[in-house]
């Protein structure tokens, strides 16, 4: 079974920076697209950042200039570098991946936990 286990979630001022790290556990075979996305209280969930694997990034138009998507493939994680933070990016975040376990099974998409970032001004 394949988990994905976010960390770095926490409380921080207006202006400050967070990474947050997901990382991937189990019988992983490859990892294709991987993204973070975040649900802020009373909205619906939405992508902030992703990266594939032939390293190509796309970002919301909020997060565009203050966060960064980053992967280390050979340790099966991923990051979201978040500075400059606003009281808006106040959200859980997820992290989400596209994992085969085999080189026989297609892609499946694996769900993080989720952390809590809250920023407060």
């Known amino acids: 079974q394949v988990q994905l286990v976010e960390s770095g979630g926490g409380l921080v001022q207006a202006g400050g920076s967070l990474r947050l790290s997901c990382a991937a556990s189990?019988?992983?075979?490859?990892?294709?697209?991987m993204g973070w996305y975040r649900q802020a209280p009373g909205k619906q969930r939405e992508l902030v950042a992703v990266?594939?694997?032939?390293?190509?990034?796309n970002y919301a138009d909020s997060a565009k200039g203050r966060f960064t998507i980053s992967r280390d493939n050979a340790k099966n994680t991923f990051y979201l570098q978040m500075n400059s933070l606003e009281p808006e990016d106040t959200a859980v975040y997820y992290c989400?991946?596209?994992?085969?376990?085999?080189?026989?099974?297609?892609?499946?998409?694996?769900w993080g936990q989720g952390t809590l970032v809250t920023v407060s001004s």
């Open positions: 989400n991946a596209a994992i085969r376990t085999t080189w026989e099974r297609g892609y499946q998409a694996v």
């Open positions: 189990g019988s992983i075979f490859s990892m294709n697209a």
């Open positions: 990266i594939y694997s032939g390293g190509p990034t």
